[in-house]
């Protein structure tokens, strides 16, 4: 099971990578780090598949190398990972000596192994103690992220090749305190429109603090999802269109045209936070690069019974993944091609995320997921055509290096190029893992 694309089809300085994330796979419990709220949250009856938890995860924490071996091994250009804000800063304010260590120690260990450092400062492990203070909702929280992105940048900034602020302000702020599907689990939409502004707030002022102290390539990474409408009756193609708006226009509109959408500020009319208007300015300063996650599209049909946005997602017709998410390849060259185009013109883009949930089993010391191969060659062939199509496309990460904590969904879905097994902690590199080392060689 190979690729279809090889290295030498792609730039020469494009980059091949793969990514992981602090609480996913670190071990929680482990090196003085304090409980965030996705541990409060985890140990919420009905909120996480099967009561799962990260606090031991794949033990990161202890097999880092063994890990990074794994990275050079596979021939990858880059490593993705995240710092755990509650590892850092257990209380949020206070550093954590043991945890700073553990990330310098890392720092040195994937440049060693010759891997260039692609940093990301919020995997949404905020504190427990800020989230008593009302976590994203909370406008204060913002400048308290800044002190931590200085505080991490301060120790390990000097290997990093780049550092982003957020990962996904989507699911940080909607899903999680709109549809309640992930920590802190709320459903309020006051909370949510605030928590939808403050998080860039936050991207803003850290952004500020790092370029004062002077490190280079700053960026934050979004999620997109295509949203298609259910059928083409007016009503659900205005209802994709909010779907659109909410997921995929908010964060990027305000980073490079320094404004919300205002079919979503009608939703959001009379909870936005005071003043929100005059941080856009600040908001949409320039970025040196975009970081781009994207997974599936949905169905979205028009639903008069529930209240703004009024939409609901319906089964689609396509292949889909262990989780259930429509395979659609080209909703990621259309991202990439339409951000260019109506967004960030020459800033680089880089694909940070993209990979599939499936089943795997171990059988007789092998795992062929020649479904995550077709997955994984479909995209790199959306990514090939949107840099023909003049996409400033620089990078792609596989989501993730190793099987981990999938958040609400626990344990359960397995998204890595090596499988990992929970109770042994042994590494097996999978069908998919040996197509990249073969496509992209030696790094």
């Given amino acids: ?5 090889r290295r030498s089809d792609f730039p020469d300085d494009f980059i091949f990578g793969a990514a992981t994330a602090a609480y996913q796979i670190e071990g929680a419990s ?3 780090a304090g409980p965030s709220h996705w541990d409060t949250f985890a140990a919420t009856p009905g909120n996480v598949r099967n009561a799962d938890t990260g606090a031991v995860a794949c033990d990161h924490y ?7 071996d794994l990275m050079r091994a596979g021939g990858f250009d880059a490593y993705r990972f995240s710092t755990s ?3 850092v800063m257990p209380d949020g304010v206070s550093v954590n000596p043991e945890g700073l260590d553990f990330y310098d120690r890392l720092a040195d260990a994937i440049v060693e192994r010759g891997l260039k450092p692609y940093l990301t400062l919020y995997h949404w492990d905020l504190p427990a103690a800020l989230a008593d203070l009302g976590g994203w909702r909370n406008r204060d929280t913002a400048s308290r992220f800044a002190d931590y992105a200085q505080t991490v940048v301060a120790r390990i900034g000097d290997r990093m090749e780049s550092v982003a602020t957020i990962n996904e302000p989507w699911c940080v702020a909607w899903l999680s305190h709109f549809l309640g599907i992930h920590a802190p689990g709320m459903r ?3 909370a949510t429109a605030r928590a939808m502004h403050h998080i860039l707030v936050a991207h803003t002022r850290a952004t500020e603090a790092l370029r004062a102290a002077g490190q280079k390539n700053l960026g934050i990474v979004l999620n997109f999802e295509h949203a298609n409408p259910a059928s083409d009756i007016e009503e659900d193609i205005a209802a994709a269109r909010r779907q659109d708006g909410h997921y995929n226009r908010w964060f990027i509109q305000a980073l490079t045209q320094k404004s919300y959408p205002e079919d979503i500020l009608e939703g959001f009319a009379g909870h936005m936070p005071d003043g929100y208007e005059n941080d856009l300015d600040a908001i949409g300063a320039p970025i040196d690069w975009l970081g781009v996650n994207y997974y599936t599209r949905s169905n979205i049909a028009h639903d008069p019974a529930s209240a703004w946005p009024s939409l609901k997602p319906v089964p689609g017709p396509l292949p889909k993944t262990g989780l259930g998410w429509e395979i659609y390849p080209e909703g990621l060259h259309g991202f990439l091609t339409r951000l260019a185009r109506d967004y960030t013109g020459e800033t680089p883009i880089i694909v940070t995320e993209n990979g599939m949930a499936w089943p795997d089993t171990i059988e007789n010391g092998r795992v062929d997921d020649s479904e995550r191969v077709a997955y994984f060659d479909a995209h790199l062939q959306a990514v090939h055509r949107a840099i023909a199509d003049g996409a400033p496309v620089k ?8 099987d981990n904590y999938e958040w609400a969904e626990g344990y359960a879905p397995r998204f890595g190029l090596v499988h990992v097994d929970y109770e042994t902690q042994l590494r097996t590199p999978k069908a998919s893992f040996e197509a990249f080392r073969q496509a992209i ?3």
């Fill in 188 to 190: 309020d939409i006051r």
């Fill in 1 to 5: 099971m190979t690729f279809s694309l």
């Fill in 85 to 87: 804000w509650a590892r």
């Fill in 62 to 68: 202890h097999r880092y190398a063994d890990d990074l």
């Fill in 30 to 32: 482990f090196g003085g």
């Fill in 395 to 402: 990078g792609y990460f596989g989501w993730s290096l190793l």
């Fill in 441 to 443: 060689g030696g790094n």
